[in-house]
């Protein structure tokens, strides 16, 4: 399965959620926030929301500065 994580394309084994893309790119632990196929996704249901061959993901972090 192709999916474009960050606009990046990288292969997963099906059947995927998007709890497992997190975990396996690294993200489980984070404070982010994810938008699939530009919505955006709640966390708590990352774990039932499907993953289908060629959704685009969009993982990013909180920035602080000033």
Do not use: C, H, S
């Not at 998007?18 to 489980?28: A, P, S, T």
């Not at 955006?40 to 993982?59: M, N």
């Amino acid at each position: 399965m192709n999916i474009k994580i960050n606009g990046k394309a990288q292969n997963f084994e099906a059947p995927l959620n998007l709890y497992d893309v997190l975990e396996q790119q690294g993200y489980v632990d984070m404070m982010i926030a994810v938008a699939r196929n530009g919505t955006f996704v709640a966390k708590d249901t990352y774990p039932e929301t499907p993953i289908y061959d060629g959704d685009e993901i969009e993982i990013v972090a909180p920035m602080q500065g000033g």
